[in-house]
């Protein structure tokens, strides 16, 4: 779900600035690993934007403008 709306508000933040800094509220923790959504979603989003996710027992910003760790 994370790399979804991290994809759409990429697509749809550069003509409606509203999708540059969105919250989400899940069900589930996201997952963790190399190819997780902790790892991915500051690499989709482009930099300036921000993802706030929020779970049972977890709230996680994630900011754009990251880096892959694979380069």
């Excluded at 690993?33 to 991915?40: A, Q, T, V």
């Amino acid at each position: 779900m994370e790399l979804k709306l991290a994809a759409l508000m990429r697509e749809q933040g550069q003509t409606d600035p509203g999708m540059r800094h969105v919250t989400l509220v899940i069900n589930n923790r996201p997952c963790k690993g190399d190819l997780s959504c902790d790892e991915l979603v500051p690499v989709i989003l482009p930099a300036g934007y921000s993802l706030t996710v929020h779970a049972p027992n977890y709230r996680k910003r994630f900011t754009g403008g990251a880096e892959p760790w694979w380069r």
